[in-house]
């Protein structure tokens, strides 16, 4: 075996063994889907649906990309919404070593809703990053959606558990 595939060959073990022992030291993390019961105030009427929802994080630089997932719709329109016409955001609870929100946002919806189905929320997502260290908490908080010049507030009512639980570690190791 040449030097430089020897070399090439030692570089790419030292790469896997090193992504392996990243991957060994990842912070602990626990997730549940949580039904949420959200009470909506729209421009027709309050209405209400239970959806499952799911929070993931995956770590970015200081800090953690997370992803609002909805299992099923929270409203449905009188009307047909056209393919992009429906813009959904929401915001995230922090809790547990760390308080605050983070705000998420979400594309538009891909392909039209017809009249009278639930709306189905697109993938939300934000960066958290953690200002104490510690066991963080992440809970469903308000759901707003934006269609056809309307908005429709969506607020959990039944005080949902967390659906994510991390260790997390400040940027600069600040404690809790």
């Keep these: 075996m040449s030097h430089r595939k020897r070399t090439t060959a030692l570089a790419?073990?030292?790469?896997l063994a090193g992504s392996a022992a990243v991957l060994t030291l990842a912070p602990s993390a626990h997730a549940d889907v949580v039904d949420v019961a959200y009470?909506?105030?729209?421009?027709?009427?309050d209405k209400s649906a239970v959806s499952p929802i799911d929070i993931k994080a995956?770590?970015?630089?200081?800090g953690y990309k997370l992803t609002m997932s909805f299992q099923k719709g929270v409203s449905s329109s009188p009307i047909e919404l056209g393919k992009g016409a429906m813009s959904p955001s929401a915001v995230i609870l922090v809790g547990g070593a760390d308080k605050g929100s983070v705000p998420v946002s979400g594309p538009p919806n891909p392909?039209?809703?017809?009249?009278?189905?639930p709306i189905k929320i697109t993938d939300l997502s934000g960066t958290y990053t953690p200002k104490k260290s510690g066991k963080v908490t992440f809970t469903a908080g308000v759901l707003t959606i934006k269609a056809m010049g309307t908005t429709t507030t969506c607020t959990p009512g039944n005080s949902p558990k967390p659906s994510l639980e991390l260790d997390v570690t400040a940027p600069g190791g600040a404690a809790a």
Aim: hydrophobic content about 45%; charged content about 15%; glycine content about 8%.
């Design 111 to 117: 392909e039209a809703v017809p009249a009278d189905t």
């Design 12 to 15: 790419l073990a030292s790469a």
């Design 58 to 62: 995956v770590k970015a630089g200081d």
């Design 39 to 45: 009470n909506c105030a729209t421009p027709i009427g």
